[in-house]
């Protein structure tokens, strides 16, 4: 029995599989603000659901109740869809999204490589990104993990390391193993922004990559608005203090120069507590909260 229902069945011609789940590591809400962007932008059509009830503990994605004047009027529940969708010059993707499973991996994995490999899919790109000493004053990097030297090739950072994987590194393996040449795409956030601050520039580095990539035209939405404003914003705020403007300088000579962040020492850095502490509480004020 398959984990999915198949809703529409069209003829795609050689898409791009983009993977953007929530929950896998992603800093700054970069992947699911690009998947966002992506999903509102272009003209998508949802071709298989998968079964939520299988896949996920709801303990640990609830659904969200809706009240309205004390009467409960119905719950959102977490949703899991392979969709598809045509870039700006009728070029075909397909985008995975929704909540990453908690459990059947392997066989989630090889259903998504199967239908991928039905809907003749040419590559498989996953998206994320991760906190690293990098300034938010200039344009994030991007690292990747390809399935082939070629891919790796491509003008991203490189690195070798051992990690924990999510089910985008499942699925990025299972299409390698299968024929498709996949890569992930992760872009890099300043360390010191708060977890659940949204940073949209690294957005739009995850969505030119993905362009690049891929060798699609793609749409950025109000998304280099938004980043200007975030980074007007920090500008301001680390303005304010010595300490943060002497690290921001030595993050954007690291950044200038090509060097490792970890050339300079960390112990002249303000730990992440106290940086985060103040921007949430710079950003409380901005809105006017109490």
Same mark, same amino acid.
Not at 29 to 36: D, F, K, P, R, S
Not at 48 to 63: G, M
């Given at each position: 029995?398959?984990?999915?229902?198949?809703?529409?069945?069209?003829?795609?011609?050689?898409?791009?599989?983009?993977?953007?789940?929530?929950?896998?590591?992603?800093?700054?809400?970069?992947?699911?603000?690009?998947?966002?962007?992506?999903?509102?932008?272009?003209?998508?059509?949802?071709?298989?659901?998968?079964?939520?009830?299988?896949?996920?503990?709801?303990?640990?994605?609830?659904?969200?109740?809706?009240?309205?004047?004390?009467?409960?009027?119905?719950? @959102?529940?977490?949703?899991?869809?392979?969709?598809?969708?045509?870039?700006?010059?009728?070029?075909?993707?397909?985008?995975?999204?929704?909540?990453?499973?908690?459990?059947?991996?392997?066989?989630?994995?090889?259903?998504?490589?199967?239908?991928?490999?039905?809907?003749?899919?040419?590559?498989?790109?996953?998206?994320?990104?991760?906190?690293?000493?990098?300034?938010? @004053?200039?344009?994030?990097?991007?690292?990747?993990?390809?399935?082939?030297?070629?891919?790796?090739?491509?003008?991203?950072?490189?690195?070798?390391?051992?990690?924990?994987?999510?089910?985008?590194?499942?699925?990025?393996?299972?299409?390698?193993?299968?024929?498709?040449?996949?890569?992930?795409?992760?872009?890099?956030?300043?360390?010191?922004?708060?977890?659940?601050?949204?940073?949209?520039?690294?957005?739009?580095?995850?969505?030119?990559?993905?362009?690049?990539?891929?060798?699609?035209?793609?749409?950025?939405?109000?998304?280099?608005?938004?980043?200007?404003?975030?980074?007007?914003?920090?500008?301001?705020?680390?303005?304010?203090?010595?300490?943060?403007?002497?690290?921001?300088?030595?993050?954007?000579?690291?950044?200038?120069?090509?060097?490792?962040?970890?050339?300079?020492?960390?112990?002249?850095?303000?730990?992440?507590?106290?940086?985060?502490?103040?921007?949430?509480?710079?950003?409380?004020?901005?809105?006017?909260?109490?």
């Amino acid at each position: 029995m398959t984990l999915y229902e198949l809703i529409e069945q069209p003829d795609l011609d050689d898409p791009v599989l983009v993977l953007a789940v929530e929950g896998w590591i992603d800093a700054g809400l970069a992947a699911a603000t690009a998947a966002e962007v992506l999903s509102d932008q272009l003209d998508t059509i949802t071709i298989a659901r998968f079964s939520t009830d299988d896949l996920l503990d709801y303990r640990a994605r609830r659904p969200i109740a809706h009240l309205e004047n004390g009467v409960l009027r119905g719950l @959102t529940w977490p949703s899991l869809e392979l969709r598809a969708a045509t870039d700006l010059e009728g070029k075909e993707l397909l985008l995975l999204v929704g909540a990453e499973p908690d459990r059947l991996w392997q066989q989630f994995t090889d259903e998504v490589v199967g239908l991928a490999l039905d809907f003749g899919a040419r590559m498989c790109v996953g998206l994320g990104a991760y906190p690293f000493a990098a300034p938010h @004053t200039r344009s994030p990097r991007v690292a990747c993990t390809a399935s082939t030297p070629s891919l790796a090739d491509g003008g991203f950072l490189r690195a070798s390391l051992d990690f924990p994987g999510g089910v985008q590194a499942a699925v990025e393996q299972g299409c390698h193993d299968r024929g498709i040449g996949s890569v992930g795409l992760w872009a890099q956030i300043p360390h010191y922004l708060p977890p659940a601050m949204p940073f949209p520039a690294a957005s739009v580095a995850l969505i030119e990559a993905l362009a690049r990539i891929g060798e699609l035209s793609l749409p950025f939405g109000d998304l280099p608005g938004r980043a200007e404003a975030t980074r007007n914003r920090l500008d301001e705020l680390i303005a304010q203090n010595p300490e943060h403007v002497a690290m921001l300088r030595q993050l954007e000579t690291a950044y200038e120069e090509a060097e490792a962040p970890q050339s300079f020492a960390l112990e002249d850095l303000p730990t992440g507590d106290e940086l985060v502490a103040e921007l949430e509480q710079f950003l409380r004020d901005q809105r006017g909260d109490s």
